[in-house]
C-alpha cells in the first residue's frame, strides 16, 4: 500500500509514528501469510509422502500378486507337462488328452482376470491359507 502511494508520489503518512505504524502492519502481515504458506508446504510435503507411501505398497502388493500368481501357473504348467510325459510313456491317450487339455485351457486364461476384484485378491494375498488354483 505504501509503496503504490510513494510511487505514484502520493503520500497520506502524515508522521513518523503513522510510518513507523503501516510499516509494522505490513511486517506483520507478511510474517502471517508466510506462516500460512509454510504451513501449507508442509501440509503438501505429508500429503505428499503419504501418498507415495500408498502408492509404493499399492506397486509392492501388484508385484507380490503376479509373482504368486506366475510362480503357481508355471508350476502348473510343469506339473502337468509331467503328466504329458507320464501319459506318453505309458501310452495312456485319455490321461495325455486329459492333460493336453488343461494346458490349453491354463493357457487361454490371463492372470490378470482375476485382478478386476482386487478386494478379493488382496483378501486371499492376506489370508496364509489361501491356496490359489489357476
Excluded at 5 to 30: D, F, M, N, W
Excluded at 61 to 82: G, I
Aim: charged share 25%; with cysteine; glycine share 2%.
Amino acid at each position: 500500500m505504501i509503496a503504490k502511494e510513494v510511487s505514484r508520489g502520493i503520500s497520506k503518512i502524515t508522521s513518523p509514528a503513522e510510518c513507523l505504524q503501516e510499516l509494522v502492519s505490513a511486517y506483520t502481515e507478511y510474517k502471517m501469510v508466510a506462516e500460512q504458506e509454510q504451513t501449507k508446504r508442509r501440509q503438501i510435503d505429508a500429503w505428499e509422502k503419504t501418498t507415495i507411501a500408498q502408492i509404493k505398497a499399492q506397486s509392492d502388493w501388484m508385484m507380490d500378486y503376479l509373482d504368486r500368481s506366475f510362480d503357481e501357473r508355471a508350476e502348473n504348467f510343469r506339473d502337468l507337462f509331467s503328466v504329458v510325459d507320464s501319459a506318453i510313456a505309458s501310452g495312456n491317450n485319455e490321461q495325455l488328452a486329459l492333460a493336453l487339455h488343461s494346458i490349453t485351457e491354463i493357457a487361454k486364461s490371463s492372470p490378470f482376470q482375476d485382478l478386476a476384484n482386487l478386494a478379493s485378491v488382496k483378501a486371499a494375498l492376506n489370508d496364509p491359507d489361501h491356496e490359489w488354483v489357476f
